[in-house]
């Protein structure tokens, strides 16, 4: 085994154990054991599962982004201070400048992306034990937590006459038409749905300092290419890697929906939406991850504005009545 595959065969086990127990779960309550729908619904219960754990992680995500937001007009500051000067010293100061100012916004570049880099080890988990699916079936082998006759289950069954084992790339038996039609509508609906999150969260969650600082171009060449990756590697992913992908990214665009309505970042179109909201209710203001004490103040003060306002009504003077 190489060192890629040893790295792996821990999160393989439990990818394998995970979807077993949803199996195990789903066939007690009258589920087809040999059914492909059966062997679906065991892969969308393995997102839930590691969604569902990741969401602390989440949440620290969400406060890290909008550290780096908030950091922006500073980081701009410290770039013009030191524009032009090239020179060891000036690079040094500037990088301990920089890392001052990521430890007291409580974050770094690297914590956005958080849950993605958690998450790839066991998609590369699943990738490997779906694609090893027909060659362990052959060979009289398990796969993980997979007996070898569940692993001959999985590589017989199919949804809509397509094999979970069988990708667009490589074949993997059954009928290939609806292997290629579904393989192109999960490809479809993979992409559409991670283009739709990223776009929702630049057009609706961010400040107007965030939008024109040079994070944000970088933000939106990843907005396309990102997509893009993934609709060209799709073409190699087994289906069943195809369910996971695309029920995670459903996950995620209903998480950020959340996020956008209820929770958005301090200064963007949707906290003032949310302000207006809550303000039309006559509700104070609410805390917004991310911000800074002052910025929740201000906040604060403008929704007890807008409720005084609403209110407040002119008294109707009373007329004086003639004496008789």
Same mark, same amino acid.
């Given at each position: 085994?190489?060192?890629?595959?040893?790295?792996?065969?821990?999160?393989?086990? $439990? &990818?394998?154990? +995970?979807?077993?127990?949803?199996?195990?779960?789903?066939?007690? *309550?009258?589920?087809?054991?040999?059914?492909?729908?059966?062997?679906?619904?065991?892969?969308?219960?393995?997102?839930?599962?590691?969604?569902?754990?990741? *969401?602390?992680?989440?949440?620290?995500?969400?406060?890290?982004?909008?550290?780096?937001?908030?950091?922006?007009?500073?980081?701009?500051?410290?770039?013009?201070?030191?524009?032009?000067?090239?020179?060891?010293?000036?690079?040094?100061? @500037?990088?301990?400048?920089?890392?001052?100012?990521?430890?007291?916004?409580?974050?770094?570049?690297?914590?956005?992306?958080?849950?993605?880099?958690?998450? @790839?080890?066991?998609?590369?988990?699943?990738?490997?034990?779906? #694609?090893?699916?027909?060659?362990?079936?052959?060979?009289?082998?398990?796969?993980?937590?997979?007996?070898?006759?569940?692993?001959?289950?999985?590589? /017989?069954?199919?949804?809509?006459?397509?094999?979970?084992?069988?990708? $667009?790339?490589?074949?993997?038996?059954?009928?290939?038409?609806? &292997?290629?039609?579904?393989?192109?509508?999960?490809?479809?609906?993979?992409?559409?749905?991670?283009? +739709?999150?990223?776009?929702? *969260?630049?057009?609706?969650?961010?400040?107007?300092?965030?939008?024109? #600082?040079?994070?944000?171009?970088?933000?939106? @060449?990843?907005?396309?290419?990102?997509?893009?990756?993934?609709?060209?590697?799709?073409?190699?992913?087994? *289906?069943?890697?195809?369910?996971?992908?695309?029920?995670?990214?459903?996950?995620?665009?209903?998480?950020?929906?959340?996020?956008?309505?209820?929770?958005?970042?301090?200064?963007?179109?949707?906290?003032?939406?949310?302000? /207006?909201?809550?303000?039309?209710?006559?509700?104070?203001?609410?805390?917004?991850?991310?911000?800074?004490?002052?910025?929740?103040? /201000?906040? /604060?003060?403008?929704?007890?504005a807008a409720v005084a306002m609403k209110i407040q009504r002119v008294q109707p003077q009373r007329k004086n009545r003639k004496r008789k």
């Amino acid at each position: 085994m190489d060192i890629f595959g040893t790295i792996l065969a821990p999160f393989k086990w $439990l &990818v394998s154990a +995970i979807m077993v127990g949803f199996h195990d779960g789903l066939s007690t *309550i009258g589920m087809p054991t040999a059914s492909g729908w059966t062997w679906t619904f065991s892969i969308i219960g393995l997102v839930l599962v590691i969604r569902a754990a990741l *969401i602390p992680v989440f949440v620290k995500q969400i406060k890290a982004q909008r550290g780096m937001q908030l950091l922006q007009p500073d980081l701009k500051k410290m770039q013009n201070k030191y524009k032009g000067k090239t020179d060891q010293l000036s690079r040094q100061a @500037m990088a301990q400048e920089q890392m001052a100012l990521y430890k007291k916004h409580g974050t770094n570049p690297f914590s956005a992306c958080l849950p993605m880099l958690i998450q @790839m080890p066991f998609f590369f988990a699943l990738f490997q034990v779906l #694609s090893g699916i027909t060659a362990a079936a052959t060979s009289g082998q398990g796969i993980g937590a997979m007996s070898h006759d569940q692993v001959v289950q999985f590589d /017989e069954s199919t949804i809509f006459g397509a094999p979970l084992s069988a990708s $667009l790339l490589h074949g993997g038996g059954g009928n290939q038409t609806a &292997v290629w039609i579904l393989s192109i509508v999960m490809i479809l609906a993979m992409t559409a749905s991670q283009f +739709i999150t990223q776009k929702q *969260i630049m057009a609706k969650n961010m400040s107007e300092e965030a939008l024109a #600082s040079p994070f944000m171009r970088q933000q939106k @060449m990843m907005l396309y290419i990102l997509p893009l990756v993934f609709g060209v590697g799709g073409i190699n992913f087994p *289906i069943g890697v195809l369910i996971y992908w695309t029920t995670t990214n459903l996950w995620t665009m209903g998480q950020q929906f959340f996020v956008i309505r209820r929770m958005p970042t301090p200064g963007s179109p949707a906290a003032k939406a949310l302000a /207006e909201r809550r303000a039309a209710r006559g509700l104070p203001a609410l805390p917004l991850i991310g911000a800074k004490k002052a910025d929740d103040a /201000e906040a /604060e003060e403008a929704a007890a504005a807008a409720v005084a306002m609403k209110i407040q009504r002119v008294q109707p003077q009373r007329k004086n009545r003639k004496r008789k």
